[in-house]
């Protein structure tokens, strides 16, 4: 704790006493005589020096908080707890002083090492980290040769000390921390060995210092609050559970599932716990520290809580069976092939979730949009009984709605087999043929069919392009919502206007409580003004009588569905600008918006690659981006710093190489980028994978 230097008090009391000044001059300057003047004179100069003496004490801690202040260092309870100082640069390190030594919470980009001489502190003995976030900790390898400890969350060891295995080449569906094969995690790009590992009400120790450990996951799977118990309530060091005003550091660490709301679930009983633990103060890893929060926790709680209720899809999960997935279409004599007008079939059975449309012209051919999760010898017997019953000869084309692996699945066998082209709007080109490049939820590959890790492509259209099959001309268009690369196909078709919609929206156009939204995922570059809001105005806009949306749902007369489905949108946009603490809300919301391509590099030692690395604005304004990319022992980044300004609303692709050094070790690496923005630096949000491969024996 900070102790007033011995001279500095004796020149208090001086001031106190005056110089040369006799109690008995006092009494006579008082004009004080025996009995009660006395004693009240006496009082008065007790008072008196008392209050000096405190002047004097605040005196010297605001010149001790002017020296912090100085040196970049504030402090939240100078008063109450003159030994705390917080310093900023990734995110907020909490110094917690005892003399010369000191425990940090949270660690940053570790430039804070450098700073602590100017609080007196000689020795750093511990590092706390509330999670595992690279932010937190991306300053770790400055800890190497200093003696300094580190302590962590036990729930989050593997993403402290093994990073990589949360970080695969070959992606699948149940990757442990993943949404489909994209991670939610953020594991340091280096390894980070924790000397303690701390659980539930854990105390940690440290000289004069008592934290008890509470869990609080939400924006990360782990995270601890450490609660110093103190008069008045605890402080509580509480990660990104919750910033100042009650919002959300990011959303896209908290999308731990398809659109279930796991973690945000999470994240509103950690929040109740914050709650019950009354503290007087709330450190956050990020903005300003919070005194008194109860009334921000309640006020946050209630914003999460309205979110989930928009969040959650808006059709009755337990009712999206085949019974409810649609009332239009019968059954015909072909097994699990059901019709929905003269001309066009679809797929359906109990508990089944095929994709897959067919229109078919009076010639025989056959068009199909999309084609997956239904086992090849079902499609060959469905194929087979359509040829048989209703004529069918051939299929010229299957036509994929959105990027996912379930929509293209068995869209290779229809091309061998049936000499069907595979057909998809252009902006789906790479998305499709080399998906192992980027980070999106269920891409092909994580779909785990053997040899099926590609889709070549037979032909792209461009948005509004049209062409004419079977006597009817077909409008593409794109069509963004689950995901930005989607398309709609509308045709006029047995006097109906039909839309084929992919994974947009399902549900029962006649129940006016359904909003028919499907998942909200993030990581299926899924911003709302570039999503859902699209595409809720573009289907306003086309007034389709007959929807025909992924995995067999049909809806007939949609048009009151679409009018919900197009208010939610905007009011799923607002909730998410309503919590979120950044500027704009995309920034917490898109992870990709700073996006490496290819995102999954292969190297041999001494070989490389270059890297585009796309960057958004998302502000009104221009602004100016610094990257520095951050590379573990065998990898070198040629620049290694990126810089340039974005005018508004706008993109920007940098380039760079990324080179294996001839000693590079075979194995999986993390190359990360460190992102300021403005004047805001956020740390290494953002990364790309690199498999190195073992050198090739020379010939």
């Not at 929905?340 to 508990?351: D, R, T």
Request: hydrophobic share 40%; proline share 7%.
């Amino acid at each position: 704790m900070l102790q007033a230097k011995p001279t500095f008090v004796a020149q208090i009391r001086g001031l106190a006493d005056g110089p040369g000044t006799q109690p008995g001059d006092q009494d006579k300057a008082l004009g004080c005589r025996a009995g009660l003047g006395a004693a009240w004179a006496t009082r008065t100069r007790r008072l008196a020096w008392r209050a000096v003496v405190w002047l004097g004490l605040v005196v010297l801690l605001a010149r001790a908080a002017d020296v912090a202040s100085a040196n970049g260092f504030s402090q939240p309870d100078p008063h109450g707890l003159p030994g705390l100082y917080v310093w900023s640069d990734t995110c907020n390190v909490y110094v917690l002083r005892d003399g010369d030594a000191a425990v940090l919470i949270d660690l940053g980009d570790g430039s804070v090492l450098e700073q602590l001489p100017a609080l007196g502190v000689k020795q750093v003995e511990w590092v706390l980290f509330t999670h595992h976030h690279r932010e937190q900790c991306q300053g770790y390898p400055r800890l190497a040769g200093r003696g300094i400890k580190a302590a962590g969350p036990a729930a989050e060891r593997a993403l402290f000390e093994e990073p990589t295995r949360f970080r695969k080449v070959q992606v699948r569906l149940n990757d442990p921390f993943t949404v489909y094969g994209a991670s939610y995690v953020r594991p340091p790009v280096q390894p980070i060995r924790l000397d303690r590992l701390l659980s539930t009400n854990d105390i940690f120790q440290w000289r004069g210092w008592r934290l008890r450990c509470l869990p609080t996951p939400g924006n990360s799977p782990g995270s601890l609050t450490y609660l110093l118990q103190r008069p008045g309530g605890p402080v509580g060091f509480s990660g990104d559970v919750m910033l100042a005003g009650g919002r959300l550091h990011t959303w896209f660490d908290t999308e731990w599932d398809y659109g279930y709301g796991a973690g945000l679930r999470t994240l509103q009983e950690s929040v109740q716990r914050l709650i019950a633990e009354q503290p007087a103060w709330l450190c956050p890893a990020h903005g300003p520290v919070v005194r008194r929060p109860g009334t921000q926790l309640r006020a946050y709680a209630a914003k999460l809580e309205a979110l989930e209720r928009l969040y959650v899809r808006g059709y009755p999960l337990a009712s999206a069976s085949a019974t409810f997935q649609d009332r239009v279409s019968r059954p015909t004599v072909v097994s699990n092939v059901w019709q929905v007008s003269p001309h066009l079939f679809k797929f359906k059975w109990p508990n089944g979730w095929p994709n897959f449309g067919l229109i078919l012209a009076d010639n025989g051919h056959g068009l199909v949009v999309d084609c997956g999760l239904v086992d090849e010898p079902v499609l060959e017997s469905a194929l087979q009984g359509l040829r048989k019953h209703f004529g069918l000869k051939t299929i010229d084309a299957v036509l994929i709605t959105h990027m996912h692996g379930d929509h293209m699945l068995q869209a290779p066998y229809v091309r061998q087999n049936w000499g069907a082209e595979i057909w998809a709007l252009d902006r789906m080109r790479w998305v499709c043929e080399r998906p192992e490049w980027f980070d999106y939820a269920a891409p092909l590959q994580a779909y785990g069919k053997p040899g099926l890790e590609r889709l070549q492509l037979d032909r792209l259209f461009r948005p509004g392009e049209t062409f004419v099959w079977g006597g009817w001309t077909f409008t593409v268009d794109w069509l963004p919502g689950q995901t930005e690369f989607g398309l709609c196909v509308h045709v006029t078709i047995d006097g109906r206007k039909v839309a084929f919609t992919g994974d947009n929206l399902f549900g029962d156009p006649q129940d006016p409580s359904q909003t028919g939204h499907e998942a909200v995922v993030a990581h299926n570059s899924a911003v709302l003004e570039e999503g859902y809001i699209h595409c809720a105005e573009y289907l306003h806009r086309l007034q389709p009588d007959l929807l025909m949306g992924g995995h067999s749902f049909v809806m007939d007369r949609p048009a009151g569905l679409i009018q919900r489905f197009r208010r939610w949108a905007y009011q799923m946009r607002d909730a998410f600008r309503d919590v979120l603490a950044q500027e704009d809300y995309r920034y917490g919301f898109d992870p990709f918006w700073v996006r490496a391509e290819p995102y999954r590099v292969k190297l041999q030692p001494g070989g490389s690659v270059p890297v585009l690395l796309n960057v958004r604005n998302f502000v009104r304004r221009p602004e100016w981006h610094r990257i520095v990319i951050a590379t573990p022992p065998g990898l070198q980044a040629t620049p290694a710093v990126l810089e340039g300004g974005l005018p508004s609303q706008s993109q920007r692709s940098f380039v760079f190489r990324l080179t294996a050094t001839s000693d590079a070790t075979p194995g999986i690496h993390l190359v990360a980028f460190d992102v300021t923005r403005g004047g805001q630096r956020y740390g290494q949000w953002f990364d790309l994978i690199v498999q190195v491969e073992a050198a090739q024996p020379k010939p």
